[in-house]
């Protein structure tokens, strides 16, 4: 099956700095790859996603980049602000991920210091 | 958007004891799914169910099984609870683009 590496697992930066969140995946059919934020007591929620037929995907300060050749995915966030303190999961999936679910990377937290 | 909830917040139950947890969607999707999740571990796949009265193990398994009856409910049960089982318990089901509707979870106790 899928397998989902995520790193790291902690990560701190100052407000105002950007962030790299870094995924990689094994199975070389997987073909939909969102990112869900989950604030402290709060339900997993999609903040953006990308589908392998392109390369890069950007949503404001949100943006995501895939290299389907390396089998790795990014999530970046610029300009980042204490709303953005959360932790972040990446997940890959074959059809979209309605069929079989998603495989989840374990998330990383994300600390932004004033 | 679709509604997922979970009918219990809070469970604290005792080894060995039968635990239902239930789950209801509002959009008459035919797939869901019930994760499990640890910190560290991230959100594990336990079962998932792709209509009424069809279920397909996901990645833990073990020591759970599940009830659909009717589409819009899926429950997950613990037949003989263990103190491992304490965790958070997450129902979701899929829209038709792939973006996964997650329930409030179910924060369950074995003491």
């Known amino acids: 099956g899928e397998n989902v590496e995520q790193h790291p697992s902690t990560l701190s930066v100052q407000e105002g700095d950007s962030a790299v969140i870094k995924c990689t995946y094994s199975?070389?059919?997987?073909?939909?790859f969102p990112w869900y934020k989950q604030e402290l007591g709060k339900r997993p929620q999609l903040i953006i996603d990308i589908r392998s037929n392109v390369g890069e995907k950007k949503d404001q300060r949100i943006a995501v980049t895939l290299n389907k050749t390396a089998k790795h995915f990014s999530l970046h966030i610029t300009e980042t602000q204490p709303e953005d303190s959360a932790v972040y999961f990446c997940a890959a999936a074959f059809s979209g991920g309605g069929a079989d679910g998603l495989t989840f990377g374990k998330g990383t937290h994300l600390i932004i210091q004033p | 958007d679709v509604k997922v909830t979970q009918s219990s917040r809070y469970l604290v139950k005792r080894t060995g004891e039968k635990v239902f947890l239930e789950c209801v969607q509002d959009m008459d999707h035919e797939n869901m799914f019930w994760y499990r999740q640890d910190p560290g571990l991230g959100l594990r796949l336990i079962y998932f169910?792709?209509?009424?009265?069809?279920?397909e193990k996901g990645d833990i398994p073990e020591g759970y099984s599940v009830s659909r009856e009717k589409k819009e409910r899926f429950s997950l049960i613990l037949e003989s609870a263990s103190t491992n089982q304490t965790s958070m318990y997450l129902c979701a089901s899929p829209s038709t683009t792939g973006e996964l509707f997650f329930g409030e979870g179910s924060r369950l106790t074995v003491l």
């Open positions: 169910s792709y209509d009424v009265k069809m279920k």
């Open positions: 199975d070389s059919a997987s073909n939909y």
